[in-house]
């Protein structure tokens, strides 16, 4: 059982937006500003979309954005395109056992 | 090119030994906090140990502490994962990943730059 909840899947047409999101506790998600955001193909290796809660790295498009509420952070990918079916994973500081906690992942089907 | 090729990984029985090791290209190594993060067949990330740019700090999740241990030689631009006692549960794609940014974040960072994996089978 992963530290952080989000949805097992998400789907949507090309062009829409979806959101996934990402639970956690005040120890991890919602005490701290250290969440980000991965995107993993199948077979590869995961890629930084987001981070520190809403923040892009150079080079990732603009339609992805994120944001947090409480201890739920979300990820939000506006115009979905067809190479955008992929897994995502929120990744959050935490201050309890250990320092690192991933979410379970979650499936984006572009229909 | 920031880099990070992970090599080691193979076939080994429950109970075995295996030393992962990642050279690191591209970059100040020495500068960055560095980790490891495995993945099992079609399940999701597990972060498994950090360790400080310059050793000074370690962690391990609690389903490999006492059985793998963490390293890094900065001179040789490399981190290594000594894994004991291996179980089947351990058998997972092994990915090395970069901290950012620079210096020791102390888990209060994001992971930027991942290796390609290296396969680990833990299996009779």
């Known amino acids: 059982q992963s530290a952080l909840t989000q949805p097992a899947s998400v789907s949507g047409s090309p062009g829409q937006s979806i959101t996934i999101s990402c639970t956690g506790t005040?120890?991890?998600?919602?005490?701290?500003?250290?969440v980000s955001w991965y995107q993993q193909h199948p077979g590869k290796a995961p890629k930084l979309m987001i981070y520190?809660?809403?923040n892009r790295p150079s080079g990732v498009s603009n339609r992805f954005s994120g944001s947090k509420s409480g201890n739920t952070a979300s990820l939000t990918i506006s115009g979905l395109h067809a190479e955008d079916e992929a897994d995502y994973y929120c990744r959050s500081y935490s201050s309890s056992n250990t320092p690192v906690v991933f979410g379970g992942g979650t499936k984006v089907t572009v229909l | 090119e920031v880099q990070l090729v992970e090599s080691g990984g193979g076939l080994v029985k429950p109970g075995g030994s295996l030393r992962l090791s990642c050279s690191a290209s591209g970059f100040i190594f020495s500068h960055y906090s560095m980790n490891w993060v495995r993945q099992a067949p079609g399940k999701g990330l597990e972060w498994v140990s950090s360790?400080?740019?310059?050793?000074?700090?370690?962690y391990y999740a609690d389903s490999v502490k006492g059985r793998f241990t963490i390293s890094r030689d900065n001179a040789k631009n490399s981190l290594y994962l000594q894994m004991n006692s291996l179980r089947a549960a351990d058998t997972a794609v092994y990915y090395c990943?970069?901290?950012?940014?620079?210096?020791?974040?102390?888990?209060?960072?994001?992971?930027?730059?991942w290796g390609q994996g290296t396969m680990v089978t833990v299996s009779s």
């Open positions: 520190d809660v809403s």
């Open positions: 360790i400080g740019s310059t050793g000074s700090y370690i």
């Open positions: 005040t120890s991890d998600v919602g005490g701290y500003n250290f």
């Open positions: 990943v970069r901290d950012h940014p620079p210096g020791d974040r102390f888990g209060r960072d994001t992971f930027d730059i």
